[in-house]
């Protein structure tokens, strides 16, 4: 076959319209072999070897190649695991720049690169030839027609992140065409983008779709890597997702998707995991990374080199002190927003990132390459603030630009709500934004990612009807999983027809959803929340690629109800920018208001006191959000301005009348929401100030405070009718 010298720049496999320039980084090889496949599962391999090689990268241009050639590599080298050698010809490599992926890992003793059965494990060589066993790489065409597609540049106050799992999403969805459920074609078709539409998200925050490793224990028990978190391949979207089998369409079925729904103004964020790899710890398989350049991709003991620095939890930690692994993950980066669309990254175990000798460096390598590309410094940036090393915790720590999923918000939301004492301090923080975290070093409220669940944990229906963990579909003896849930049952363990616990239930779900969407900072919601979906007390369904994990959409009364009541909590924050501030609050009047732009009462209409801060018996609090207190402006440079609004909550389990404040004569209120409902709407006069509100034991309301000339409205108006009604019609939302 006719080869040319190529150039060692860019890396990876590039289509030119003539040919395919191929190149592949590897610093302490001896010898590369690119490996071209033909014929039914590519049985027919041709090798070629590289002549050329240039810093370190190897390179060569096939100008009789094209698009759908599957191709691999073998790398040849010492093998040699104490000092962090593991080349091995005899085991296909994956190109990590590779576009596209065809095939399937099937399991056997030939992926490893070592005898897998000897006594002297990974320090013994293997000789079989993993190839027939092995997914190939693709060369891809990159033109796309993609229009007029824009990113949506959905400002950070005014995002609502749905966290979401291609496959889960659609999988059962009854409007969406059979063959599409579950895959990227699934997601754009018209009823998943109409429903994301009328709940009034404004971004989708997928889980990992990079190419993955299902590993093999999971394999040899049938069950599965469903979330994904176990990638291999940081440039190709998984096949698995596709409506389409044919080999490099997968990508253009992803941009279509992107694309879609970008067109319904919905960003489309991406869950990446580039802080290890699929290839597992020293006694893992062989696939990629391992082969190619082991010493300079991983993270290896000083003193003994055959082990792997684990921050992780999965075996391996990525080398990020070394440039052409930071130079990959930048690549992989830049690659997925200018070639693909997407609109931001969600960075698992961010703390491993920043990893320089070996503590987390908070000005580390990464931050400074992110910080300074005129690329990725303009996308949504959000990291999750922890690894499993020591001081990985780094919660409200991470540098300008970056957002951060509040563990410390889901925390201590779940254990007001459930009853706990002694909350009320901090409660106070993680409702305003957390300025105890990111009230320094220019970062801002929404630098604080909300959430009350995740894809990691209870959904919120199982929050509130277990106290305990239930993973036995898992086989690993229900010790897999947090035991840490700050959950409560609301009385009985699990499904009841007990129509006083299920209306527990119901309100606990309104409480804490209304104070998510209530808070200051970036609320995420966990997909399926709004419309009460269970995993029948699984928290950690990370294998369970079934209806456990699966959204049902088979909607009871129950959850329909669920459902309007998110729409109309979603509306109400999109309608009133004091729930959505840039800046923190002052705690003090600002432009001439009559009142404070933040003020906390307690049930009496009085003031929170220190004392009162301090109560451990403490369940009950009011927050004043001044809208005419706001400071801030629209994009037009108008400034802002919105009601006043009055938010009770109270977690003790009996009502608790809250006298409503009183800052000037004449004042009244009027009730907006009141979770104790099914749609959180509730007739009621409006309050004058000093009355009291009747709340009730586990609720929340917000109230309004009325502007301009007061009317009494127990008595309808001849022209406006009652204003409450019109309140109701405002915020109802659609079946």
């Not at 010298?5 to 610093?27: C, H, I, M």
């Amino acid at each position: 076959m006719k080869t040319a010298p190529g150039r060692s720049y860019p890396l990876g496999a590039t289509w030119d319209g003539a040919g395919v320039n191929f190149t592949l980084f590897s610093e302490h090889a001896s010898a590369v072999e690119l490996c071209l496949f033909e014929g039914v599962d590519g049985a027919r391999e041709t090798r070629i070897p590289f002549t050329e090689q240039t810093d370190q990268v190897w390179h060569m241009y096939l100008p009789e190649i094209r698009p759908g050639q599957r191709y691999g590599y073998r790398v040849h080298g010492p093998f040699d695991p104490a000092n962090g050698h593991r080349f091995n010809p005899a085991k296909l490599l994956r190109d990590p720049y590779a576009k596209a992926v065809d095939g399937a890992i099937r399991w056997c003793d030939a992926l490893f690169a070592y005898q897998v059965r000897s006594g002297d494990a990974d320090l013994s060589r293997d000789e079989q030839d993993s190839a027939p066993w092995v997914p190939k790489s693709v060369v891809i065409e990159p033109a796309f027609t993609w229009g007029d597609d824009r990113p949506p540049r959905i400002p950070w106050t005014d995002t609502i992140i749905y966290e979401m799992h291609v496959r889960g999403f659609t999988a059962q969805h009854p409007e969406v065409p059979g063959p599409l459920r579950g895959t990227y074609a699934g997601l754009a078709a018209a009823p998943a983008i109409e429903y994301l539409r009328a709940l009034g998200i404004t971004a989708v925050e997928l889980l990992p779709i990079h190419e993955f490793v299902i590993d093999r224990h999971l394999a040899e028990r049938g069950l599965t890597n469903y979330w994904g978190y176990n990638s291999l391949s940081f440039f190709a979207p998984s096949a698995r997702y596709a409506s389409t089998r044919r080999p490099g369409e997968v990508v253009d079925e992803f941009k279509t998707m992107v694309k879609t729904l970008h067109r319904a103004g919905i960003e489309v964020l991406l869950d990446v995991v580039y802080n290890h790899t699929g290839e597992g710890n020293h006694l893992g398989p062989t696939l990629s990374f391992r082969g190619i350049d082991n010493a300079s991709y991983y993270r290896l003991v000083p003193d003994n080199r055959r082990y792997y620095m684990d921050y992780t939890g999965c075996g391996n930690s990525l080398n990020m002190m070394h440039p052409r692994t930071l130079q990959l993950i930048m690549d992989s980066l830049r690659y997925w927003v200018q070639e693909m669309h997407v609109d931001g990254f969600r960075f698992d175990l961010a703390s491993a990132l920043a990893r320089e000798l070996h503590d987390v460096d908070r000005l580390g390598a990464f931050f400074d390459i992110v910080h300074q590309d005129p690329i990725i410094s303009q996308v949504k940036l959000i990291a999750e603030p922890w690894d499993l090393g020591a001081g990985g915790y780094q919660v409200g720590n991470f540098p300008v630009l970056w957002a951060e999923w509040n563990d410390k918000y889901r925390d201590t939301t779940r254990r007001y709500w459930k009853g706990d004492g002694d909350q009320l301090p901090e409660l106070g923080f993680r409702l305003t934004g957390s300025s105890d975290l990111y009230g320094r070093g220019g970062r801002r409220p929404f630098a604080s990612i909300n959430f009350i669940t995740a894809h990691d944990g209870f959904t919120l229906h199982d929050l509130v009807s277990y106290n305990a963990k239930h993973n036995q579909a898992n086989q690993e003896g229900d010790r897999d999983g947090t035991d840490t849930n700050h959950s409560w049952n609301c009385g009985v363990e699990g499904p009841t027809s007990d129509p006083a616990v299920q209306a527990l239930r119901q309100r606990q779900m309104r409480n804490l959803l209304a104070t998510l969407l209530l808070s200051q900072g970036v609320p995420m919601l966990c997909g399926g929340d709004e419309i009460g979906r269970t995993q029948q007390g699984n928290n950690n369904a990370y294998c369970q690629d079934s209806a456990l994990s699966w959204v049902d959409w088979a909607l009871d009364r129950h959850r329909h109800d669920l459902l309007r009541f998110t729409r109309t909590l979603i509306r109400l924050r999109r309608d009133h920018p004091v729930l959505r501030r840039r800046q923190f609050f002052h705690g003090r009047p600002i432009h001439g208001s009559a009142i404070e732009d933040l003020a906390w009462f307690r049930p009496d209409g009085k003031e929170m006191t220190d004392e009162a801060w301090r109560d451990p018996l403490g369940r009950c609090i009011g927050l004043r959000l001044a809208g005419d207190a706001l400071t801030e402006v629209d994009a037009t440079g108008r400034r802002l301005r919105d009601d006043t609004l009055l938010v009770l909550l109270n977690a003790y389990h009996e009502p608790i009348p809250f006298v409503v404040p009183a800052h000037r004569p004449g004042v009244r209120w009027e009730l907006v929401l009141d979770t104790r409902t099914r749609d959180g709407l509730r007739r009621h006069r409006p309050l004058k100030g000093g009355e009291a509100y009747d709340l009730a034991g586990r609720c929340l309301a917000v109230l309004r405070l009325r502007r301009g000339r007061q009317i009494d409205t127990t008595v309808p108006h001849p022209r406006r009718g009652r204003h409450h009604d019109a309140t109701a019609r405002e915020y109802s939302g659609g079946g």
